[in-house]
T-cell receptor
Framework: KAGVTQTPRYLIKTRGQQVTLSCSPISGHRSVSWYQQTPGQGLQFLFE???????NKGNFPGRFSGRQFSNSRSEMNVSTLELGDSALYLC?????????????FGDGTRLSIL | AQKVTQAQTEISVVEKEDVTLDCVYE???????LFWYKQPPSGELVFLIR??????QNEISGRYSWNFQKSTSSFNFTITASQVVDSAVYFCALSEASKAAGNKLTFGGGTRVLVKP
């Protein structure tokens, strides 16, 4: 069974640009969550999508947005990039919408802002 | 609001020693779930174990064991007879059962484990 797939693995952008990251969940998984990981702030929850609806959102500015498609694939978008957005962005999927389900993570997209 | 604290930032051991990782959490929910994840240098977070708040039975799974104590809000994790491949960053995480929480995981700061041969 294929795991969670994130593309691209690495990305370099400059300040002010925008970026779109993609996540394909494990087949059959309907919940997709996004996390940002930085050395200073650690792992922080961005948002979660379930059945194409955003169910929960972390404490991030509106520049961070996402969506989920009918096949459960998800994208997140960051507009007007800032240096502080440099991070590892991790996507996780789980089978259903229950919080007791373990989330399975992808390898992440490492975003560097110059 | 929920919070997870891992006081140990780094632990260094020699192969075959046991390693215990501490985790303390805060939540106002009466039903919640606790997890341990491992992050090797490749970056992917690997799910290890899960515990429900209403089940305080401690278990052993291979070389992993955990000690959940609701009275002290602690969820400690032990690797027995450590191996070099256990070198990674280990994260404790909490999710709440309320519908509003969805599938949100709150992570601790992580503990880096270095197992030397």
């Amino acid at each position: 069974k294929a795991g969670v797939t994130q593309t691209p693995r690495y990305l370099i952008k400059t300040r002010g640009q925008q970026v779109t990251l993609s996540c394909s969940p494990i087949s059959g998984h309907r919940s997709v969550s996004w996390y940002q990981q930085t050395p200073g702030q650690g792992l922080q929850f961005l948002f979660e999508y379930f059945s194409e609806t955003q169910r929960n959102k972390g404490n991030f500015p509106g520049r961070f947005s996402g969506r989920q498609f009918s096949n459960s694939r998800s994208e997140m978008n960051v507009s007007t990039l800032e240096l502080g957005d440099s991070a590892l962005y991790l996507c996780a999927s789980s089978l259903a919408g229950d919080s007791n389900q373990p989330q399975h993570f992808g390898d992440g997209t490492r975003l560097s802002i110059l | 609001a929920q919070k997870v604290t891992q006081a140990q930032t780094e632990i260094s051991v020699v192969e075959k020693e046991d390693v215990t990782l501490d985790c303390v959490y805060e939540t106002r929910d009466t039903t919640y779930y606790l997890f341990w994840y491992k992050q090797p240098p490749s970056g992917e977070l690997v799910f290890l174990i899960r515990r429900n708040s209403f089940d305080e039975q401690n278990e052993i799974s291979g070389r992993y064991s955990w000690n959940f104590q609701k009275s002290t809000s602690s969820f400690n994790f032990t690797i027995t007879a450590s191996q070099v491949v256990d070198s990674a960053v280990y994260f404790c995480a909490l999710s709440e059962a309320s519908k509003a929480a969805g599938n949100k995981l709150t992570f601790g700061g992580g503990t880096r484990v270095l197992v030397k041969p």
